[in-house]
């Protein structure tokens, strides 16, 4: 067994009970605030910070990639990935610096990773980062692009044309051009595949990216990845969960929606309960699979503090 799979066979997710948190939460009065129903304030009174330019000096500053770790866990978390055959496509949501990216090219030689991100910056260091690896064949299997999934919508060589015909609400469900202007240049793969349709994936995985959405713009990211899947594919979901240990850290003046948060540098996180998660998948058309919390206490090695951490896991399939 490699050094890698060995690591996520010993991953573990149920270290401590969901509804054991929530109760000792909801009976601190410390932490109300978390629970108030939320405010909007006046138009004037709104934070007008960009959260994709926030995102952009975000990666930007932890350019290193020190701040990622790699994430190995996915293999047994979405063992989907590993076993599918030749000629299978993913498309990763928000790679980052590439530390999804590494473990599903590491678990599979026979996947072609397509991978996004709404900054150039970023796409670069992800680019290094997996050409630095000894994954076989990674240069023709790693198509990274650049692409603001949220907003501009996935470039329409992306899907399948009996996809798109095949959508129900065309008018809002559609799948959007990217500007070649804004596209990661990656070699002669990405001058080809942009003027012809690559068939649709497989599977996308959505891995700590929708939280970083607005809540009202969710919807309609959801909708551009199933427009992308093939019928039959499935979403892979990880996000973070209500109650985890960073939610409880925001103050009351981060509030920017019910269970939705600003840092002072402009990103935002929201906290999924498996109910919010359900509806906007299903409203989206996908057929749940599973959907779970993980709940994992870790050790922060510097003060020796345990942190509870929850998050999201979930598997959703377009209908065939």
């Not at 969901?18 to 108030?36: A, C, F, G, K, M």
């Not at 749940?288 to 870790?298: G, P, Q, W």
Request: hydrophobic content about 35%; glycine content about 6%; some cysteine.
């Amino acid at each position: 067994m490699s050094a890698s799979a060995a690591e996520a066979s010993e991953y573990h997710s149920k270290d401590f009970n969901w509804d054991t948190l929530r109760l000792e939460i909801e009976n601190d009065p410390s932490l109300n605030y978390h629970l108030l129903p939320f405010v909007s304030p006046q138009p004037e009174q709104q934070l007008t910070k960009d959260p994709i330019k926030a995102w952009k000096s975000f990666h930007i500053q932890h350019s290193s990639g020190k701040f990622f770790k790699e994430r190995r866990y996915l293999l047994k978390e979405f063992p989907e990935l590993v076993s599918c055959g030749d000629g299978c496509k993913v498309l990763e949501v928000g790679c980052g610096n590439g530390s999804t990216a590494l473990p599903i090219l590491r678990g599979n030689e026979k996947i072609i990773l397509y991978a996004c991100d709404c900054s150039n910056e970023t796409l670069q260091r992800a680019k290094e980062f997996v050409a630095a690896s000894n994954v076989a064949s990674v240069e023709n299997r790693f198509r990274p692009f650049y692409c603001d999934f949220a907003t501009t919508g996935f470039p329409k060589w992306l899907a399948c044309a009996n996809c798109r015909e095949n959508l129900g609400q065309k008018d809002q469900i559609c799948v959007s051009d990217v500007g070649e202007e804004r596209t990661l240049e990656t070699g002669s793969w990405s001058m080809e595949e942009r003027s012809c349709c690559v068939g649709g994936v497989d599977f996308v995985t959505l891995i700590f990216t929708l939280s970083a959405v607005p809540l009202q713009i969710m919807p309609t990211a959801l909708r551009e990845c199933f427009s992308v899947l093939k019928p039959g594919g499935m979403l892979l979901f990880r996000d973070y969960g209500l109650y985890d240990m960073t939610m409880l850290r925001f103050e009351p003046d981060q509030r920017v929606g019910f269970r939705e948060y600003m840092r002072a540098d402009g990103t935002r996180s929201y906290f999924f309960c498996l109910d919010t998660a359900k509806n906007l998948f299903n409203c989206a058309g996908f057929i749940e699979l599973e959907i779970e919390y993980c709940c994992v206490k870790s050790v922060n090695r510097r003060n020796g503090k345990s942190m509870q951490r929850v998050w999201v896991h979930g598997k959703f399939q377009k209908p065939t």
